[in-house]
C-alpha cells in the first residue's frame, strides 16, 4: 500500500508537532521540583486531569484494536469500554482516589509501601517498571509497522529505514517533550491528542454511516450478532466473543477491569496530579463520560468497514463482493500471496479496518488530519508509559534503594536522566519485538498474568485493616502463579499448545482465547484473595494507628456537604452508572 | 502550572482548522471530493475546528484577562513566572 500525501496533510501534521514540542518548551521553566516533574505539583484542574486519564489509555493499539475487534466481533466490543471500564472508573473515583490522594503517596508502588512494607512495593515497581518499558516500546513498534503498511513515506525514505525512520522519529518527539515539561507536558499532550482523536475520528463514522444508509443501513448489512452487545451471552458458544456473561462480567467487568483502572500507575498518575482530593475524586469519573461514547468513534468504523461493499473481482462480467467488506485479505510478506487458514480460507487483517476506511473517505487535507489523529494516539500511550517509569524508576527504585539522600534537585534530575533511558530502552524493546515471532503476544500475556492478582492485594488493603505485608506479598505470588499454572494447563479451541496455553498439561479447553484470559484472571484474583486473607490471619497485623489515611474504616470519611449536590462524586458516579445501563439496554 | 492549556488547544485547532478552510476554498469544486461524498469535506469540518479552536482560545484568554482584573496586573506577559501553583 502506498499512501500519497499532499503538502497540507504535511502541514497539518507539522502544526500538531510544532504545539507538541511548543507546550514542553513553554512548561520547561515551571519545572523546578520532582514534585512538578513527576506529579505536576498537583496542580491540573479536574477536567484536564480526566480527559488526559482517559487518553493516557488511548494507545492506538487501542485505536486500531478495537476497530479490529468491531470489525470481528460486532457492538459485543463495547464491553471493553462499558463493563470493562466505566465500573472500575466510578470505583476508583470514589472509593479508592483519597487514598491514592490523601496518603500522599508519589506512585502506587508508594502506596503499598505505606499500606504494607518494602517487599511488596519492590515487587511492583519492578514488574510495573518492566511492564512499561515493553508497553512503550510495543507502542512504537506498531506505529512504525503501521507506517510502513501505509507508504506515508514511501518515496520520501527508502523503504528499508521507513521502520527505523519512524521509531527515531516517535521517540525523540515524545522525549523532547517529556524531557522539557514533565507530566504536565505529557498530560496537556494527552488531552490535545484526545481532541485530535475525536476531530480525526468523527467525520469518518458520518461519512461512513452516511454511504451505507445511516444506522439501519448497518443493520440491514451485518448479521443480527453484531449489532447487539448481549445477544447470546448466556452461552459462549452462541456469541462471537466466545465467552459467557458470567466469564464476561467477573473476568473482564471485575477482575481486568478493576485491576487495570483501579492499580495501573499509568492512568492513577494523572488522577494524582489533580489540585484537590475533590478534583481527584472527580477525575476518573470525568474520564468515564467520553469512555462511554467512545465505542461510537473507534469500534463504529469497524462494523462500518465490514459492511461497505467492496467490489474484490469481476466474474463472467458479474462484481464479487468481499465478505468483509473494506477489510484487506494479508498478504504473505515473501511471496506475495494471499494468506489462507486450515480451510483454505482468506485470513483478513482487521488491524487495518480503521486505515483502510480512513484512506478510501478523506480526501488530501482532512487526510492530513486523520493520519496525525493516529499518530498522535501512538504518542500518548508511549508518553503515558514513560512518565510513569521515570516517576517509579525515580521515587520507588531509585531513591528507595540506591541513593535515599540526594537533593531534590538531584531526584529532578535523574528524573530528566530516566525518561532519556526510559526512551532509549523502549527503543530496544521495539526492536525486540521485531526479532522474534510472537513476542508481542507473549508480552500481552505476561501483562496479563501480573495484572490480573493486583486487584485483590488493592482491595484487601483499603478495604480490611487485617491484610498485613507478608499475606499482600504472598497473595500477589500466588496470583501471579496461579494465573501462570491456569494459562499452562488450558488451551483455546483451534489453538497448538505453546504460547496460546496447554504448555504443562491440556487439561480444559475454551471457546476463546479471551474466554482462557477472562477465566484466567478470575483464578489468578481468587487464589490471590484467598491466600491474603489466610495468610493476614496467620500474621500479626500493623497497629490501627499506623494504617490511618490508607485504610478505608480508618480514615475519616471526605468531605462533600459543602458541594452543590450535582458536583458530588457519588452524585456524579451514580449518574455515570445510570447512563452506563442505558446504552447496554439500549444495544442490548 | 502558568499556561492555560485551553490557549494552546484552541490555537492548535484554529490554525489547522484554518489550513483545511484554506485549502478547501481553494480546491472548491475537485473531484478530490467524490471520496467523501462529494461534499467539502475540508470546508466543512475546517469550519467546526475553527469554531472549537476560537472557543477554547477565547475562554483560556479570559481565564487570563479576569486574573488580571482581580489583581491589578492587567495586560501582564505570559512569560510571567507563575507562583501560584493552582492557577489556569
Redesign the interface.
Known amino acids: 500500500m502506498s499512501t500519497h500525501l499532499g503538502t497540507i496533510d504535511w502541514l497539518i501534521m507539522a502544526v500538531y508537532l510544532v504545539f507538541v514540542l511548543g507546550i514542553g518548551v513553554a512548561l520547561k521553566r515551571y519545572m523546578r521540583t520532582s514534585n512538578d516533574f513527576f506529579l505536576a505539583g498537583r496542580s491540573i484542574p479536574a477536567w484536564v486531569c480526566g480527559l488526559a486519564f482517559l487518553s493516557a489509555n488511548l494507545g492506538a493499539q487501542e485505536v486500531i484494536g478495537m476497530g479490529a475487534s468491531g470489525a470481528k466481533y460486532g457492538l459485543a466490543t463495547s464491553h471493553f469500554y462499558w463493563i470493562g471500564a466505566v465500573p472500575a472508573m466510578v470505583f476508583v473515583g470514589i472509593f479508592m482516589m483519597p487514598f491514592y490522594y490523601g496518603s500522599k503517596a508519589r506512585s502506587v508502588p508508594e502506596y503499598l509501601r505505606m499500606r504494607f512494607d518494602e517487599k511488596t512495593r519492590a515487587l511492583n515497581a519492578v514488574s510495573f517498571g518492566i511492564m512499561t518499558l515493553f508497553s512503550s516500546g510495543i507502542s512504537m513498534y506498531a506505529m512504525a509497522l503501521l507506517i510502513q503498511a501505509l507508504g506515508i513515506f514511501h518515496g520520501i525514505v527508502p523503504d528499508q529505514y521507513v521502520f527505523h525512520v519512524s521509531v527515531l522519529i516517535s521517540a525523540v518527539i515524545v522525549l523532547a517533550y517529556i524531557f522539557l515539561g514533565g507530566l504536565t507536558s505529557a498530560i496537556y499532550n494527552e488531552v490535545l491528542q484526545f481532541f485530535l482523536i475525536v476531530a480525526g475520528f468523527l467525520p469518518l463514522v458520518y461519512l461512513g454511516l452516511r454511504n451505507i444508509g445511516g444506522w439501519h443501513g448497518l443493520q440491514t448489512r451485518l448479521p443480527e450478532t453484531y449489532m447487539h452487545s448481549w445477544r447470546g451471552m448466556s452461552h459462549a458458544n452462541t456469541n462471537p466473543l466466545g465467552v459467557e456473561w458470567f466469564g464476561l462480567t467477573m473476568g473482564l467487568g471485575f477482575v481486568l477491569s478493576f485491576g487495570y483502572w483501579c492499580t495501573d500507575f499509568l492512568v492513577v498518575q494523572r488522577a494524582m496530579a489533580a489540585d484537590s482530593e475533590e478534583s481527584a475524586r472527580k477525575v476518573p469519573l470525568i474520564a468515564a463520560i467520553p469512555k462511554m461514547v467512545f465505542p461510537f468513534l473507534v469500534i463504529l468504523p469497524g462494523l462500518i468497514a465490514v459492511a461497505t461493499p467492496t467490489v474484490i473481482s469481476h466474474v463472467n462480467g458479474a462484481s464479487v463482493t468481499s465478505s468483509q467488506g473494506m477489510i484487506p485479505v494479508k498478504m504473505d510478506p515473501r511471496t506475495g500471496a494471499m494468506q489462507t487458514d486450515s480451510k483454505g480460507q482468506p485470513v483478513y487483517n482487521y488491524d487495518l479496518a480503521i486505515p483502510t476506511l480512513l484512506l478510501h473517505y478523506y480526501p488530501t487535507g482532512i487526510l492530513g488530519l486523520g493520519l496525525t489523529a493516529l499518530l498522535a494516539s501512538f504518542m500518548s500511550g508511549m508518553a503515558g508509559n514513560v512518565t510513569a517509569f521515570n516517576a517509579v524508576w525515580t521515587y520507588d527504585i531509585y531513591q528507595s534503594y540506591l541513593n535515599k539522600n540526594a537533593t531534590d534537585a538531584h531526584y529532578l534530575k535523574m528524573g530528566r536522566w530516566a525518561t532519556v533511558g526510559g526512551v532509549i530502552l523502549s527503543v530496544g524493546a521495539a526492536y525486540l519485538v521485531t526479532g522474534f515471532n510472537n513476542i508481542m503476544d507473549t508480552l500481552q500475556l505476561v501483562f496479563s498474568l501480573v495484572n490480573a492478582p493486583l486487584f485483590a492485594t488493592f482491595l484487601l488493603g483499603m478495604f480490611w485493616k487485617r491484610t498485613t505485608g507478608h499475606a499482600a506479598f504472598a497473595g500477589l505470588i500466588s496470583g501471579t502463579t496461579a494465573a501462570l499454572l491456569h494459562h499452562g494447563m488450558t488451551l483455546p479451541v483451534g489453538d497448538a499448545p505453546g504460547i496460546h496455553g496447554a504448555w504443562l498439561a491440556h487439561l480444559h479447553s475454551y471457546p476463546s482465547d479471551m474466554a482462557q484470559n477472562f477465566w484466567t484472571a478470575i483464578f489468578a484474583f481468587s487464589v490471590n484473595l484467598i491466600v491474603t486473607i489466610v495468610v493476614s490471619l496467620l500474621t500479626k497485623a500493623r497497629p490501627e494507628e499506623e494504617l490511618v489515611g490508607l485504610v478505608y474504616s480508618l480514615t475519616p470519611k471526605p468531605v462533600e456537604h459543602h458541594l452543590p449536590w450535582y458536583s458530588r462524586p457519588m452524585t456524579l458516579g451514580i449518574g455515570v452508572l445510570a447512563i452506563l445501563l442505558v446504552l447496554n439496554l439500549a444495544f442490548a | ?3 492555560d ?1 485551553r490557549i ?2 484552541g ?3 484554529l ?2 482548522g484554518a ?2 478552510c484554506g ?2 476554498a481553494l ?1 472548491w469544486h ?1 473531484p ?2 467524490a ?3 462529494g461534499q467539502n ?2 470546508v466543512l ?2 469550519s467546526v ?1 475553527l469554531i ?1 479552536g476560537g472557543l477554547m482560545f477565547f475562554l483560556g484568554r479570559r481565564a487570563r484577562w479576569q486574573e488580571g482584573s482581580t489583581d491589578g496586573t492587567v495586560g501582564r506577559p505570559d512569560t510571567a ?2 507562583a501560584s ?2 492557577r ?1
Open positions: 502550572m502558568g499556561l492549556l494552546p488547544l490555537l492548535m485547532f490554525s489547522i489550513l483545511m485549502y478547501g480546491t475537485s478530490i471530493y471520496q467523501s461524498l469535506i475540508n469540518w475546517g475546528m472549537f513566572v507563575d501553583p493552582r489556569h
